[in-house]
Nanobody, 124 residues
Framework: QVQLVESGGGLVQAGGSLRLSCAAS????????MGWFRQAPGKERECVAA????????YYADSVQGRFTISRDNAKNTIYLQMNSLKPEDTAVYYC?????????????????WGQGTQVTVSS
């Protein structure tokens, strides 16, 4: 069992930056792929970034490529999402997720554990 707790969300003006963190419990954190997903009202949950177990492979959605950076610190059981040049369309609840599979999947169904989410609001 893995428990995930996100932090770092908030309200920011367009063009600003936020860094989300996700702290994970469990001894096997370093074997999990991890992902950041977001869900805006009335929209499906989508993967914005994912990272494999070692951090050597990453995935980014086209909409955030070049603006967001995912990283992980296996010694601290934590992953991060650095979000720069934020846009109003980035407004959503952001979720951290863990997958027992080792690869950086973008599919919701590949993830086994989910955090409670943190709200990110970008004002224009």
């Amino acid at each position: 069992q893995v428990q995930l707790v996100e932090s770092g969300g908030g309200l920011v003006q367009a063009g600003g930056s936020l860094r989300l963190s996700c702290a994970a419990s469990g001894r096997t954190f370093s074997t999990y792929a991890m992902g950041w997903f977001r869900q805006a009202p009335g929209k499906e949950r989508e993967c914005v970034a994912a990272i494999n177990w070692s951090g050597g492979t990453t995935y980014y959605a086209d909409s955030v490529q070049g603006r967001f950076t995912i990283s992980r610190d296996n010694a601290k059981n934590t992953i991060y999402l650095q979000m720069n040049s934020l846009k109003p369309e980035d407004t959503a609840v952001y979720y951290c997720a863990a997958s027992r599979a080792a690869w950086a999947s973008r599919r919701v169904r590949d993830y086994d554990y989910w955090g409670q989410g943190t709200q990110v609001t970008v004002s224009s």
